[in-house]
């Protein structure tokens, strides 16, 4: 699409999934069906920020609906921000905080893969830029004056009461509003617990991400592999080869990047551990939030909330870029935690916590985590259905990733990279060792946009049937 208006009407509506010979429907139902296409088709790509759309009379005499209504289209997105109008420019597409420039006509940043693979991120195209436009302009309209000032270090009270109702419902944490301090992301969480814990041992999951390590043995502590199996972390160890430990971090809901999730009796042991030796759990609840074919298992802190700190962020609900983490404390750990959260950066930027809070307590935010919920489970499906039959496909009852068993990681990511296809190897995940270990992939279906999630699966059946042989 170019910047002057269109001129095959016909394929401009066809194009955006418009069918402009429909019958005739009632005006409201007409209304919404075409506002959904237009939003959808900027949220995809397919309308491209700056795209000048037909004027209303014309978009009126296409599609056989009112001025009235087409104007009423116009004015619904542009107040969602999916449009811009100006005098004398018409209305254009705008440019959503989730597309990226590359979207918007330019270069891809240099070295960056054609297709995307790799753990870790979400799908970001679906962040609910219209949702937040919400509610940050509602949180902007209500929000005292001294929300403009330096805050609290634990951050703002109406995020900290939101979340607090929300990690009870949706994830069984034991979380008053007073033991929660939220942080720039998980990162920042785990790095303050590291700094106040000064200089312990802190066992972590051996596979598990070699960054979290870095975090840790960056802020003073000291990192203790601990096996995971088939039953997730080996609890058992604590008492034994690591027993010198003084926090454990584990992922229970869904192990990164096994997949596996924590066995009911490794739960307990984790918190018999930490009642008897004092030690501390440490609770990543990374992707909790994305269950596929049961109900998801309460949070480990809901079981021993003296013994376990609990770390959510909103990196995998809605994006990285928020930078909008929280940790759920002992209480005998508030204080400190705090102290060590001033003196890092004071506190987290308040206008988008408060955004959080508005999303949370209009519950927008669970219906954003329903709707990628469903997004996320076909596509794990999909992932499934190209792969299984042939590939053993692991960790695929929750989250954004699932583990595929090769016999030899390093062709299989060599031939794929040919292809312009980047995914996770496993072995990046081990601990330091002599040993042999078990070899596969680790694919992250959450990360690419819906357009290019079908080839990238492809490509990637494709490398595998070329690299396992006969």
Known sequence: MGDTEP???????????????????????????????LRDAVRDGRLAPGTRLPAMSRLA????????????????????????????????VARLPSQTPAEGGEAPRAGAPRLDLRPGSPDVGAFPA????????????????????????????????????????ARGVIAPPERIVITSGYVQGLALLTRVLDGADIAMEDPGLPFHRDVVRHNGGHVVPLAVDERGACAGHLSGSVGEAAAV????????????????????????????????????????????????AGALQGTAPGHVVYLGTASKT???????????????????????????????????????AEMVDSHAYDRHIRACRLRYRRRRDQLVDRLGARWNVRGIAAGLHA?????????????????????GRLGDHW????????????????????????????????????????
């Open 431 to 470: 601990h330091p060792s002599d040993g042999d270990r078990p070899q596969g992939l680790v694919i992250g279906y959450g990360t690419p946009r819906d357009r290019a999630y079908a080839e990238a699966l492809e490509v990637l059946g494709r490398v595998l049937e070329e690299t396992s042989g006969p």
């Open 61 to 92: 005499a296409d599609l056989g609906v009112s001025r009235g209504t087409a104007k009423a289209v116009y004015d619904q997105l542009v107040a969602e921000g999916y449009l811009t109008a100006r005098q004398g420019s018409g209305t254009r």
């Open 403 to 423: 583990l595929v068993d090769v016999p030899d990681e390093k062709a299989v990511v060599a031939r794929a990279e040919e292809e312009g296809l980047a995914v």
């Open 7 to 37: 001129r095959s009407v016909d394929g401009f509506w066809a194009g955006i999934g418009v069918d402009q010979h429909r019958g005739p429907e009632a005006a409201e139902g007409r209304r919404a069906g075409l506002e959904r296409a």
């Open 130 to 169: 219209a949702a937040w436009l919400r509610a940050l302009r509602r949180a902007i309209a209500t929000a005292p004056s001294r929300a403009y000032d330096y805050g609290d270090p634990r951050g703002r009270i109406e995020l900290r009461t939101a979340l607090s109702g929300y990690l009870g419902r």
């Open 318 to 356: 809605l994006g990285p870029a928020l930078r909008l983490g929280w940790m759920v404390l002992p209480p005998y750990l508030v204080d400190a935690v705090a102290d060590a959260k001033l003196h890092s950066d004071h506190h987290t930027e308040s206008i988008g916590q408060l955004a959080l």
């Open 249 to 296: 971090v584990v992922t229970p809901a869904h192990q990164y990047p096994t997949g596996v999730t924590l066995h009911p009796e490794r739960r307990r042991a984790l918190t018999d551990w930490a009642r008897s030796r004092g030690g501390l759990v440490v609770e990543d609840d990374y992707d909790g939030e994305f269950r596929y074919d049961r109900q998801p």
